[in-house]
Protein backbone atom coordinates (compact mmCIF):
# COMPACT_ATOMS: atom_id res chain seq x y z
CA UNK A 1 0.00 0.00 0.00
CA UNK A 2 1.50 2.91 -1.25
CA UNK A 3 1.41 6.16 1.40
CA UNK A 4 1.61 10.16 0.73
CA UNK A 5 2.60 11.83 3.09
CA UNK A 6 2.26 15.93 2.66
CA UNK A 7 4.04 18.89 4.59
CA UNK A 8 4.91 22.26 4.42
CA UNK A 9 1.64 24.07 5.26
CA UNK A 10 1.19 27.17 7.23
CA UNK A 11 -0.02 29.97 8.05
CA UNK A 12 1.20 33.08 5.44
CA UNK A 13 0.46 36.77 4.86
CA UNK A 14 -1.43 37.83 1.69
CA UNK A 15 1.33 38.10 -0.96
CA UNK A 16 3.75 35.93 0.60
CA UNK A 17 4.93 32.05 -0.77
CA UNK A 18 4.84 28.30 1.02
CA UNK A 19 6.61 25.18 -0.59
CA UNK A 20 4.26 21.94 -0.36
CA UNK A 21 6.22 18.71 -0.57
CA UNK A 22 4.16 15.19 -0.50
CA UNK A 23 6.49 11.83 -0.23
CA UNK A 24 5.82 8.50 -1.94
CA UNK A 25 6.80 5.49 0.35
CA UNK A 26 7.89 3.82 -2.88
CA UNK A 27 9.21 4.91 -5.83
CA UNK A 28 6.83 7.58 -7.98
CA UNK A 29 8.02 6.26 -11.28
CA UNK A 30 4.66 4.03 -10.42
CA UNK A 31 2.37 7.20 -11.04
CA UNK A 32 0.97 8.30 -13.93
CA UNK A 33 -0.10 11.33 -13.04
CA UNK A 34 0.97 13.02 -9.76
CA UNK A 35 -1.11 16.18 -8.52
CA UNK A 36 -2.16 18.79 -5.64
CA UNK A 37 -5.90 19.48 -5.11
CA UNK A 38 -6.93 21.68 -2.50
CA UNK A 39 -10.47 21.89 -0.20
CA UNK A 40 -11.69 25.09 1.57
CA UNK A 41 -14.37 24.98 4.00
CA UNK A 42 -18.15 23.71 2.97
CA UNK A 43 -16.59 23.76 -0.93
CA UNK A 44 -15.66 20.43 -3.27
CA UNK A 45 -11.79 19.42 -3.56
CA UNK A 46 -10.52 20.85 -6.47
CA UNK A 47 -7.74 20.32 -9.06
CA UNK A 48 -4.80 22.75 -8.24
CA UNK A 49 -1.85 21.36 -10.66
CA UNK A 50 -1.04 18.19 -12.20
CA UNK A 51 2.39 16.48 -13.70
CA UNK A 52 2.72 13.84 -15.92
CA UNK A 53 5.43 10.76 -15.31
CA UNK A 54 6.76 12.35 -18.31
CA UNK A 55 7.11 16.23 -16.75
CA UNK A 56 4.26 18.32 -18.73
CA UNK A 57 2.00 19.75 -16.18
CA UNK A 58 -1.64 21.21 -15.87
CA UNK A 59 -2.72 24.09 -13.60
CA UNK A 60 -5.94 25.39 -12.57
CA UNK A 61 -6.62 28.88 -14.06
CA UNK A 62 -6.99 30.69 -10.81
CA UNK A 63 -3.00 29.46 -9.86
CA UNK A 64 -1.38 29.93 -13.39
CA UNK A 65 1.54 32.06 -12.90
CA UNK A 66 1.75 32.12 -9.24
CA UNK A 67 2.11 28.07 -8.58
CA UNK A 68 4.56 25.75 -9.97
CA UNK A 69 4.46 21.97 -9.93
CA UNK A 70 7.64 19.91 -10.15
CA UNK A 71 8.78 16.34 -9.09
CA UNK A 72 11.75 14.53 -7.84
CA UNK A 73 11.96 10.73 -8.96
CA UNK A 74 15.30 10.60 -7.05
CA UNK A 75 13.35 11.92 -3.45
CA UNK A 76 10.11 10.11 -4.49
CA UNK A 77 8.63 13.37 -4.48
CA UNK A 78 6.27 16.54 -5.71
CA UNK A 79 6.57 19.69 -4.70
CA UNK A 80 4.04 22.59 -4.83
CA UNK A 81 5.96 26.15 -4.65
CA UNK A 82 3.06 28.94 -4.21
CA UNK A 83 3.76 32.33 -4.87
CA UNK A 84 1.82 35.25 -4.50
CA UNK A 85 -0.98 34.00 -2.30
CA UNK A 86 -4.20 35.04 -2.02
CA UNK A 87 -6.66 34.88 1.23
CA UNK A 88 -8.97 32.80 -0.94
CA UNK A 89 -6.13 30.11 -2.01
CA UNK A 90 -6.67 29.10 1.98
CA UNK A 91 -7.77 25.52 2.44
CA UNK A 92 -6.29 22.17 2.85
CA UNK A 93 -4.08 20.48 0.06
CA UNK A 94 -3.82 17.18 -0.99
CA UNK A 95 -1.49 15.83 -2.70
CA UNK A 96 -2.30 12.45 -5.05
CA UNK A 97 -0.58 9.67 -7.63
CA UNK A 98 -3.08 7.92 -10.21
CA UNK A 99 -2.06 4.47 -11.66
CA UNK A 100 -4.36 2.99 -14.39
CA UNK A 101 -6.84 1.50 -11.84
CA UNK A 102 -6.15 3.20 -8.70
CA UNK A 103 -5.37 6.79 -7.27
CA UNK A 104 -4.02 7.20 -4.30
CA UNK A 105 -4.57 10.53 -1.46
CA UNK A 106 -2.75 12.05 1.35
CA UNK A 107 -4.15 13.09 5.06
CA UNK A 108 -3.78 17.34 3.84
CA UNK A 109 -1.82 19.98 4.85
CA UNK A 110 -3.05 22.99 5.70
CA UNK A 111 -2.61 26.61 4.14
CA UNK A 112 -3.99 29.74 5.38
CA UNK A 113 -3.45 33.11 3.90
CA UNK A 114 -4.68 35.62 5.85
CA UNK A 115 -2.89 39.32 7.39
Known amino acids: QVQLVESGGNLVQPGGSLRLSCTAS????????MGWYRQAPGKQRDLVAT???????NYAESVKGRFTISRSNAKNSVYLQMNSLKPEDTAVYYC?????????WGQGTQVTVSS
Open 51 to 57: ITRAGAT
Open 26 to 33: GTIFRFLT
Open 96 to 104: SGREILSEY
